[in-house]
């Protein structure tokens, strides 16, 4: 039997899109955790560097893809190591299909990551139509 291991700081890294740390500070949580082999990537939205929601749904969720990346990208990875996403949907049957569009450009087939989607009342912006979760794995 192995004995208990006393998880320390050490073993985790907060993860920050460049410039961006004192964004995710103001609300008290990080942009991803690296642990354990994979990164948890934080719910990701369609707003600009302004912190602004977009307000066309294809721009916003495009955007929220985007701003994914930025986090990928800090983690030195990209969105061919994401193994599952859950997406959050504020008025969902309306922009489902938009949604699809969007997501469809950055996981192309074959291989796509597992996915869950959930329909919500409403998300922190009430312009937000839209919050993705990602977890990608650190290593090939």
Not at 9 to 31: C, T
Not at 97 to 103: E, M, N, Q, S, T
Request: with cysteine.
């Amino acid at each position: 039997m192995q004995p208990y291991r006393n998880w320390t700081a050490a073993m985790i890294e907060a993860i920050f899109p460049k410039d961006k740390q004192a964004n995710y500070e103001a609300y008290g949580y990080s942009a991803a955790i690296r642990s354990g082999g994979f990164l948890f990537i934080s719910g990701q939205v369609g707003v600009d560097d302004a912190g602004e929601a977009l307000a066309d749904p294809a721009k916003q969720f495009a955007r929220a893809f985007d701003n994914l990346g930025k986090v990928l990208e800090a983690a030195g990875l990209d969105f061919s190591r994401i193994v599952d996403i859950t997406s959050f949907h504020v008025d969902m049957y309306d922009h489902f299909d938009c949604f699809a569009a969007a997501k469809q450009k950055v996981f192309p087939a074959p291989l796509y990551p597992n996915w869950t989607a959930v329909g919500v009342v409403n998300l922190a912006d009430p312009a937000l139509l839209l919050e993705i979760k990602a977890t990608a794995r650190l290593f090939e």
